[in-house]
């Protein structure tokens, strides 16, 4: 008994060892940098190769100003395909660890899980859990892409995967001359998506919390989630498009059976250059739009400075049922509706403060048949405070429910319909409804 007692405690320790090395081994730290005097051991010369080297579960840790380009930035395109985090480390008063563009421009890296067109990703993530970006910034400035069908530039782009981005910032993920692109539907800072992989025939998900973070200058979309099996949460980050430009930007999208929420976050300045009244728009810029996806929740955020600043819409290929719009703060919304729910079941629009809308405050849009999709919807609207519309609410379907809501300095309060037509305020930016369902006909979202 003595003998088997004693085994069993060597036994027990040799096992607590190994667990304790291979923790150790999963709670390594790697570093990157090309200068002389590296923030720490081992130390890597790029970001690829300490990720390369990396040990599941892992950090990287990217020495902020000591990259090989003259201002301390990392000019590379990283793949990632194991679980770690990857994180800026400031070294000194530097703490700014810059992901730039490659000499020559971005290549295509990877291919989109829809279409199979090429992507080309700042940062690509795919097939992994686990995956958290913090403390970095992705530009693409100089990203050298030429044309409208080159391909799709991404800042961040997670591919059947999982993680978190904090406190990360994407910029210019566009084009160097923007008069030269006009509707060109390439430039994401943030895009999440889930699907059956060509290479690997294998079909995955995507959970992505996208938080403290922010994304601009984006010639496209700014944070996108697209696809069944994707959900993206994006919260307390700021989102602020180029407006006006000659591309019908989108701030955040949920698309294509995508879920998700977005909360307490400030999105503004999308506009689409080439759409100044409702006579000559082919297509229109949206705060936060969710088209074919159900599920959503919208709470908190303060849109500004949009075309549309939330827009549900179904086509009819899929649904975009029980959405939550809901205590959001919206002001300067030009030529179209504040909030649009197009064929939507059991949404609710509650508590939300819309300011000095084009078109209404609400529309309640039963346009979606002419594109296949419901006729109407059962959207419940209550506890809204609508202030500076050609309409407050615009009520295309019987089946809605309207509640209490308070009104100030609307030409029409309610109206059962899907068009309104009034004169603007003097010396506001409303203009006026004139044309049926043309909030839901002109959304623009994108799916590389």
Known sequence: MKTKFGKGIVSGLALAFAICVAASANAAVYYASSSGSPCGTPNYLTIQDAVNHATAGSTVEICAGQGPNADGSYPEQVYINKRLTLAGFAVGNVNQAVITVPVGGVIANATSLTSGNPIQAQIYVSDTTAVNITNVVVDGTGNGINGCEAGTMVGIYYQDASGIINHVVARHQEAADLTDYVGCQWGLGIFVQSGLNAVTGKAGTSTVTVEYSSVHDFMKNGITGNETGTTLHVVDSQVRGLG???TGENGIQFGFGAT??????SVSDVV????TSLSNCAATATG????????VTVNTNHVANTQGAVGIDSDGSLPADDEVIENNVVDGTLVYDAIDVCGSNGSSVTGNTITNSGQSAIHLDSTCALYGGPVGGTAKVSANILNEACAGILDGSASNTIGTNTYYNLVSTQLTADTATCTPPSGGDAVGALAAGSGQRNLKPVRP
């Open 288 to 295: 936060i739009l969710v088209y074919d996806s159900s599920d």
């Open 244 to 246: 006006p430009v000659a």
């Open 272 to 275: 689409y250059s080439l759409c």
């Open 260 to 265: 998700g929420t977005a909360v307490n976050n």
